[in-house]
């Protein structure tokens, strides 16, 4: 059955062409929209009363497992590096995780996207100890929301074969029944081997690697140390940058011939603003990469409006962006997603918007309002795949309130072991 909305100010996320009119919504994986002059009797109708109706957002990188991370102990002692940042905090929270705090920080991550206006989330995903089964429990938590996915497993020598071996066997499992991607940490932690294997797993499935590049610079150092090359040009030797909708996660640190390699590649870069300014990793420059660029928030959050932001204004102090490139990168996720033939992130995802704008909004200046102001709190509801999963402060599709007890009580178990 079609979902309807009532008299909606509809904007077109491509284009940016605003219509008021009635919106047929299709329901299900992969259904459109249509304008309407009539609503049939007896249908199920959002009156939207001139409000802002435009495709909802999707978090491009994202680590769910961080979720219960928030106020979590400090670690022994202050990080003096990245590096020391990942083995103090990250590594030693992802080591801890069991299927019960996996599946709580998928679940509260959901209801904080849905809430965000935001649909669809790529995942990178590490529990060393807990990998068998862990993508099932992310995927079947997020959909019990209403959030669509395309996840992956971390691939790591980091924690040993065993640890590597569980990756592995997790990750040929979950794309054997779900659309994904194959997951490697950073060249630093993956081995020739593992990397051969990363990709001939890719290739068997039709997709590609997501991956983080030159996060920090000592991700470069070591691949040249210890192979010769840069860590572009390691993936390009194995095959890598050529699979289909390969990921590559920041890309802060590359050279002016890994940027052509990326650009003159299939693969796609993907954005994290908050994260490389919270570890103090340097500023994005997108030049040289070709406009295959998206943003996520890895891990930071699901706010995909305040990413967006955070982004905008950090262009202004590496050669400028303006709104419209910012608002393109916001966007450019739905046509990777689209590229590899992902279900879940239609044209019937939508976010309404509360949106009392103290100025006119046109199609050539809504980028700047994208930038400048909007936010989460104009979200009045959220639709995935032609249902309405969130409406005036309500998660509809579950407990809310309960999920983020529960998550309570395992953020305690967790830190207790940190």
Same mark, same amino acid.
């Given at each position: 059955?079609?979902?309807?909305?009532?008299?909606?100010?509809?904007?077109?996320?491509?284009?940016?062409?605003?219509?008021?009119?009635?919106?047929?919504?299709?329901?299900?994986?992969?259904?459109?929209?249509?304008?309407?002059?009539?609503?049939?009797?007896?249908?199920?109708?959002?009156?939207?009363?001139?409000?802002?109706?435009?495709?909802?957002?999707?978090?491009?990188?994202?680590?769910?497992?961080?979720?219960?991370?928030?106020?979590?102990?400090?670690?022994?002692?202050?990080?003096?590096?990245?590096?020391?940042?990942?083995?103090?905090?990250?590594?030693?929270?992802?080591?801890?995780?069991?299927?019960?705090?996996?599946?709580?920080?998928?679940?509260?991550?959901?209801?904080?996207?849905?809430?965000?206006?935001?649909?669809?989330?790529?995942?990178?995903?590490?529990?060393?100890?807990?990998?068998?089964?862990?993508?099932?429990?992310?995927?079947?938590?997020?959909?019990?929301?209403?959030?669509?996915?395309?996840?992956?497993?971390?691939?790591?020598?980091?924690?040993?074969?065993?640890?590597?071996?569980?990756?592995?066997?997790?990750?040929?499992?979950?794309?054997?029944?779900?659309?994904?991607?194959?997951?490697?940490?950073?060249?630093?932690?993956?081995?020739?081997?593992?990397?051969?294997?990363?990709?001939?797993?890719?290739?068997?499935?039709?997709?590609?690697?997501?991956?983080?590049?030159?996060?920090?610079?000592?991700?470069?150092?070591?691949?040249?140390?210890?192979?010769?090359?840069?860590?572009?040009?390691?993936?390009?030797?194995?095959?890598?940058?050529? @699979?289909?909708?390969?990921?590559?996660?920041?890309?802060?640190?590359?050279?002016?011939?890994?940027?052509?390699?990326?650009?003159?590649?299939?693969?796609?870069?993907?954005?994290?603003?908050?994260? %490389?300014?919270?570890?103090?990793?340097?500023?994005?420059?997108?030049?040289?990469?070709?406009?295959?660029?998206?943003?996520?928030?890895?891990?930071?959050? %699901?706010?995909?409006?305040?990413?967006?932001?955070?982004?905008?204004?950090?262009?202004?102090?590496?050669?400028?962006?303006?709104?419209?490139?910012?608002?393109?990168?916001?966007?450019?996720?739905?046509?990777? @997603?689209?590229?590899?033939?992902?279900?879940?992130?239609?044209?019937?995802?939508?976010?309404?918007?509360?949106?009392?704008?103290?100025?006119?909004?046109?199609?050539?200046?809504?980028?700047?309002?994208?930038?400048?102001?909007?936010?989460?709190?104009?979200?009045?509801?959220?639709?995935?795949?032609?249902?309405?999963?969130?409406?005036?402060?309500?998660? @509809?599709?579950?407990?809310?309130?309960?999920?983020?007890?529960?998550?309570?009580?395992?953020?305690?178990?967790?830190?207790?072991?940190?």
């Amino acid at each position: 059955m079609s979902l309807f909305l009532r008299d909606a100010t509809h904007i077109n996320w491509r284009t940016l062409a605003i219509t008021r009119s009635h919106i047929k919504v299709e329901s299900g994986p992969g259904g459109g929209i249509s304008f309407v002059d009539a609503i049939p009797a007896g249908a199920e109708v959002l009156d939207c009363a001139g409000q802002l109706v435009t495709r909802s957002f999707v978090n491009g990188h994202h680590h769910i497992y961080s979720a219960l991370a928030r106020g979590m102990p400090p670690p022994a002692r202050q990080p003096r590096s990245f590096n020391e940042i990942l083995e103090l905090i990250w590594w030693n929270l992802d080591k801890r995780l069991d299927h019960d705090m996996i599946r709580a920080s998928a679940l509260v991550s959901a209801i904080e996207a849905v809430r965000c206006g935001c649909t669809f989330i790529i995942d990178h995903h590490a529990s060393p100890n807990a990998a068998e089964g862990s993508l099932g429990i992310i995927a079947e938590a997020l959909e019990s929301v209403g959030v669509g996915h395309l996840l992956c497993y971390e691939l790591s020598d980091r924690d040993g074969p065993r640890s590597r071996e569980a990756g592995l066997a997790e990750s040929k499992h979950h794309l054997e029944h779900h659309r994904g991607l194959v997951g490697l940490h950073a060249s630093f932690t993956v081995s020739d081997e593992l990397l051969e294997q990363a990709v001939e797993i890719a290739r068997r499935h039709d997709t590609g690697v997501h991956i983080h590049v030159a996060e920090a610079e000592s991700d470069e150092e070591h691949c040249r140390r210890t192979y010769g090359c840069s860590v572009a040009e390691r993936l390009h030797r194995a095959g890598a940058l050529d @699979l289909t909708g390969t990921l590559l996660a920041h890309a802060l640190h590359v050279d002016d011939a890994e940027r052509e390699l990326i650009r003159s590649s299939g693969a796609w870069v993907v954005h994290n603003t908050q994260s %490389n300014q919270n570890n103090n990793v340097g500023s994005f420059d997108p030049g040289g990469l070709g406009d295959r660029i998206f943003i996520g928030t890895d891990g930071m959050h %699901n706010d995909m409006a305040e990413a967006a932001r955070a982004m905008y204004l950090e262009g202004q102090t590496v050669g400028g962006l303006a709104p419209m490139q910012a608002y393109t990168r916001l966007r450019r996720v739905h046509d990777y @997603l689209d590229s590899l033939r992902v279900t879940g992130d239609a044209e019937n995802n939508l976010v309404v918007l509360d949106y009392p704008s103290p100025t006119p909004i046109t199609e050539q200046n809504w980028p700047a309002h994208v930038v400048y102001g909007l936010s989460s709190r104009h979200v009045r509801a959220t639709i995935s795949s032609g249902r309405v999963v969130y409406r005036d402060g309500r998660v @509809l599709q579950t407990d809310a309130e309960q999920i983020t007890a529960m998550a309570n009580e395992q953020a305690k178990r967790l830190w207790k072991l940190l």
